[in-house]
């Protein structure tokens, strides 16, 4: 069974960084079309956070990140990460790796184009 895997969460102050990483057990990213990282908080919905296409040549961003995170893709080595940077109290809340396993739309940012998840990796920015 195909399972993605988040790590690098963590408790950390406002202004600091964390690097989180996303790699596949059983399937080869070279496999999947865009991948992305979602963030749920506290009693909120599921958002869009980053993603990045196939070839890693094309990335796109939540607008409050921007300038902030950075995300990249290596398909040799099968894994995904996402550098956050400057980290404010808002970016609290469960980081979830995606996967597309088929072509959806362009630059999407649905959660429905993505079929596989993982478990998620908790990130707390304190202020």
């Known amino acids: 069974q195909v399972q993605l895997v988040e790590s690098g969460g963590g408790l950390v102050q406002a202004g600091d960084s964390l690097r989180l990483s996303c790699t596949a057990n059983?399937?080869?990213?070279?496999?999947?079309?865009?991948m992305a990282w979602f963030r749920q908080a506290p009693g909120e919905e599921r958002e869009f956070v980053a993603a990045?296409?196939?070839?890693?040549?094309?990335?796109w961003f939540k607008d409050s990140v921007k300038g902030r995170f950075i995300i990249t893709r290596d398909n040799r080595k099968s894994i995904m990460a996402l550098q956050m940077n400057s980290l404010l109290p808002e970016d609290t809340g469960v980081y979830y790796c995606?996967?597309?396993?088929?072509?959806?739309?362009?630059?999407?940012?649905?959660?429905?184009?993505?079929?596989?998840w993982g478990q998620g990796t908790q990130v707390t920015v304190s202020s």
């Open positions: 990045i296409g196939y070839t890693g040549g094309t990335t």
């Open positions: 059983g399937r080869t990213f070279d496999t999947y079309y865009d």
């Open positions: 995606a996967a597309a396993t088929t072509l959806g739309q362009f630059e999407t940012t649905r959660a429905a184009d993505f079929g596989s």
